[in-house]
């Protein structure tokens, strides 16, 4: 009687270790082809776990959560899941919905509420490009500091500036707003706080501006502001086969500026207009190109 209540209580036992280990999964993943998870080949679909690593090969692969969120990852593209994040690793990562961060590396991206998609691609050279398919895309640095405000069709190129922290550079009309004169830039839709002497006289005046960030809203200006009519703004994203090649020449080097785009830099990140690598995915091309994954 003893050994059965023991062989019992053993089949519980590893009954619950079942129901536990499959109650850990977070989602799951769904290819239209091969795909590699945690170093092990999958055909078709797999559960995904909190820090799992999926790699794609030729088809791209669709991931929905237990949340509900829906993300999805390139062909040729490698990714770690996460239950509040995505880190890119490499290709092209797209997540829909909000408070769910897709990081790539120095940034941070977020899509901006429920109905929000947001596209990264990895590029050469540490470029970042990020496009917003749906809805506004927030990037900000790993401190939080905010670097865009990406409207919907529109996409930006990222890069990390290399060796000593240089001033931060904006572009942008000055407006009196509650005391405070306020920049926002053409390019990052970013707004501080301007602070230094004597700038009351490029109230209503669109300048270009250098200094150091004070916290993530304000902005130290070093030296006196330029006048810059800052007329040029961000490339559009959808149905811009045209600019992102002629944006693809100018940021082969990894500039991370498009053709005829001057660029901001904030806190050591530089911003430009796309030069292909987003574009491309926002294009429905490239990394998230073919049939549906979960077809």
Same mark, same amino acid.
């Given at each position: ?7 019992? %209580?053993? /089949? ?19 290819? &239209?082809? &091969? ?5 092990? !080949?999958?055909?078709? &679909? *797999? ?39 995505? @880190?890119?690793?490499?290709? =092209? ?10 990081? *790539? ?8 509420? %429920? !109905?929000?998609? =947001?596209?990264?691609? /990895? ?18 640095? *790993?401190?939080? @500091?905010?670097? $865009? &405000? ?5 996409? /930006? ?15 942008? =009309? ?6 405070? /004169?306020?920049?926002?830039?053409? !390019?990052? #839709?970013? !707004?501080?706080?301007? #602070? ?24 130290? @200006?070093?030296?006196?502001? #330029? ?9 559009? $994203? ?40 987003? %574009?491309?995915?926002?294009? *429905? ?9 979960? #077809?």
């Amino acid at each position: 009687m003893k050994s059965r209540l023991t062989f019992g %209580l053993l /089949l519980v036992a590893c009954f619950c270790g079942i129901l536990s280990a499959a109650s850990s999964a977070i989602g799951v993943a769904i290819t &239209n082809g &091969n795909f590699i998870l945690d170093h092990s !080949t999958v055909v078709g &679909n *797999a559960n995904v776990f909190d820090g799992s690593i999926i790699e794609t090969e030729t088809a791209m692969s669709d991931l929905t959560l237990t949340n509900g969120l829906k993300l999805r990852l390139g062909a040729d593209s490698r990714g770690r899941i996460f239950r509040d994040r995505m @880190v890119l690793e490499k290709g =092209a990562g797209q997540v829909s919905g909000g408070k769910y961060v897709l990081e *790539a590396g120095p940034l941070r991206v977020m899509p901006g509420g %429920l !109905t929000t998609t =947001a596209r990264v691609a /990895l590029g050469k050279r540490n470029l970042v490009e990020v496009a917003a398919i749906g809805g506004t895309v927030r990037v900000v640095t *790993a401190g939080g @500091v905010p670097v $865009a &405000n990406i409207a919907a069709g529109s996409a /930006l190129s990222f890069s990390e500036q290399a060796g000593a922290a240089t001033p931060t550079t904006l572009c942008g =009309a000055v407006v009196r707003s509650d005391g405070k /004169l306020l920049l926002t830039d053409t !390019t990052t #839709k970013v !707004t501080v706080e301007l #602070k230094g002497a004597d700038l009351d006289r490029y109230d209503g005046k669109s300048v270009r501006v250098s200094g150091n960030m004070v916290g993530s809203d304000a902005l130290q @200006v070093l030296g006196s502001p #330029k006048l810059d009519s800052c007329s040029v703004g961000p490339a559009r $994203a959808a149905g811009a086969a045209g600019a992102a090649g002629a944006a693809g020449a100018a940021g082969a080097a990894g500039a991370g500026t498009a053709a005829g785009l001057s660029t901001a830099a904030i806190a050591g990140i530089v911003i430009g207009g796309a030069t292909g690598v987003a %574009l491309g995915t926002a294009g *429905a091309v490239g990394a998230f190109s073919g049939s549906n994954a979960s #077809k």
